[in-house]
């Protein structure tokens, strides 16, 4: 089991990012996803999940209305849309299969002027 991340970066206050996440080595159409984030000196927190079917989403209140995750089937892949960027966004975001416990290498995401 295996999860790559890519996609994030430096970008302004009131920005927008796309993270991606590539997973391999499982069913991945049968089984939920989640990203997390870490900010530095802060424990790591849940940001959103999703179902297999995508027929069920949530997010932290942190998030809510900014963020957007969701996942392509066919290509094994969870994207985590991140819009409306604050500068407490700021952290190293996590992949996260809860089935298999894998976390992938996690990508920074910057927020700054």
């Known amino acids: 089991v295996q999860l790559v991340e890519s996609g994030g970066g430096l970008v302004q206050p009131g920005g927008s990012l796309r993270l991606s996440c590539a997973a391999s080595?499982?069913?991945?159409?049968?089984?939920?996803m989640s990203w997390y984030r870490q900010a530095p000196g802060k424990e790591r927190e849940l940001v959103a999940s999703l179902t297999s079917s995508e027929s069920s989403a949530k997010y932290a209140d942190s998030v809510k209305g900014r963020f957007t995750i969701s996942r392509d089937n066919a290509k094994s892949t969870v994207y985590l849309q991140l819009s409306s960027l604050r500068p407490e966004d700021t952290a190293v975001y996590y992949c996260?299969?809860?089935?298999?416990?894998?976390w992938g290498q996690g990508t920074q995401v910057t927020v700054s002027s």
């Open positions: 996260y299969a809860a089935t298999w416990g894998t």
């Open positions: 080595g499982f069913a991945f159409s049968n089984y939920a």
